[in-house]
């Protein structure tokens, strides 16, 4: 009979020590200093959605034979990358930074597709116009109020 009460009194210890770490408080997160900003489901599903298919485009770009256009595709996949980086911590101004930097790299590839062979032009056509959609999708999932950062 002892035995019973030993392992009811040691069950009610754990409840009671696990217990005393729960925060349902939805501010509890703010007050704690927590960086994390509020991005409903839908459009954290959207933005995993489209930065992993950036991230896709980026490991499987090809090479080509001009070396201008590999020297900005390099350039390119560096932009892309902080792009992705900066949104996922959702530090605005490093992704409004790398944004920048990404239209500037992809103008100057717009610019070079006319000293590439045909075949050429349109793998790079391709692949831009690919990743053009993505971070349009993605400036559009991106929150931008200031009530969804802390």
Not at 5 to 13: D, Q, V
Not at 67 to 85: C, F, G, P, T
Not at 94 to 100: D, F, R
């Amino acid at each position: 009979m002892a035995k019973p009460k030993c392992y009811y009194f040691l069950l009610f210890f754990i409840i009671s020590c696990s217990a005393e770490k729960i925060n349902l408080s939805p501010t509890g997160d703010t007050l704690l200093g927590n960086n994390s900003a509020y991005v409903p489901l839908e459009g954290q599903k959207n933005l995993v959605l489209y930065s992993s298919e950036i991230t896709n485009l980026i490991s499987s770009f090809p090479k080509f034979r001009n070396d201008a256009v590999n020297l900005e595709v390099k350039n390119l996949k560096s932009h892309l990358r902080d792009y992705v980086d900066a949104m996922k911590n959702f530090n605005q101004f490093e992704t409004a930074k790398s944004y920048a930097r990404f239209e500037r790299s992809y103008k100057k590839l717009q610019k070079l597709r006319k000293f590439l062979n045909k075949d050429e032009d349109e793998v790079l056509n391709r692949y831009l116009v690919r990743i053009k959609i993505n971070m349009n999708h993605l400036q559009t999932n991106l929150p931008k109020d200031s009530l969804s950062l802390p």
